[in-house]
């Protein structure tokens, strides 16, 4: 694991035996489960900004605005 940071990270209790059982049954570490994890969510948030960044020169209208609007339609 040379060039590879350690890291303490805090699971909930059912969820750490859960990611026990899954490692033991994949032949996979845990360590490798939460990399896949964490990669897999970057690649959602590169999506995410793939998606906005040619929106980014088009203006934008506050959430408050739209939740009013909402509020008069009487649909909030």
Do not use: C
């Not at 990669?39 to 793939?50: H, N």
């Amino acid at each position: 694991m040379e060039g590879e940071a350690r890291m303490t990270v805090y699971l909930q209790p059912k969820i750490y035996r859960a990611l026990k059982v899954k490692s033991a049954t994949t032949d996979r570490s845990i360590s490798e489960l939460v990399n896949a994890a964490v990669i897999e969510a970057l690649r959602g948030d590169a999506i995410d900004v793939e998606a906005f960044d040619p929106r980014s020169t088009q203006p934008a209208r506050p959430f408050q605005h739209l939740l009013w609007d909402l509020k008069r339609d009487g649909l909030l």
